[in-house]
């Protein structure tokens, strides 16, 4: 059986495998009425953010049978978020993550232990 736990982590290994950075899940339950998990990212560029959302759109469907009930910012700001019912997934430019600073707000949440390769992410001079 697919948890919402289960589709956070592959959100969460799909952004990185499109060289997002930073990236978390959280798991909100209990926490939260709305969703059972958050999977929070950076992409450098609205090109790579748009890449990203397309990568996490096409894994859920093709592992899990999901798409989006809804993509929201996707070209236009510092912020898309994909929903997913359980999971939502949301994929900020480096300045939106900086001023909205979600992960904060989930502070009480557990991450969710996603077997990623952020080597990419903590290397200086590495980008989209």
């Known amino acids: 059986m ?4 289960d589709i956070a982590r592959e959100a969460a290994m ?3 495998d499109k060289k997002a950075s930073d990236v978390v899940a959280l798991d909100v339950r209990g926490i939260s ?3 059972d998990a958050i999977v929070v990212c950076t992409a450098a560029n609205s090109r790579l953010a748009g890449a990203v959302v397309d990568e996490v759109e096409e894994r859920l469907r093709l592992r899990f049978g999901l798409s989006a009930l809804s993509v929201s910012g996707k070209g236009d700001g510092p912020w898309v978020l994909v929903d997913f019912a359980s999971v939502s997934v949301h994929v900020f430019s480096p300045e939106g993550r900086d001023y909205y600073r979600i992960e904060r707000l989930w502070g009480d949440a557990p991450r ?7 080597a990419h992410s903590s290397e200086p001079g590495q980008g989209a």
Not at 2 to 5: A, K
Not at 112 to 118: G, R, W
């Open 112 to 118: 969710i232990d996603v077997a990623t390769d952020q």
């Open 33 to 35: 009425d709305v969703v």
């Open 14 to 16: 799909a952004a990185d």
């Open 2 to 5: 697919t948890t919402s736990i």
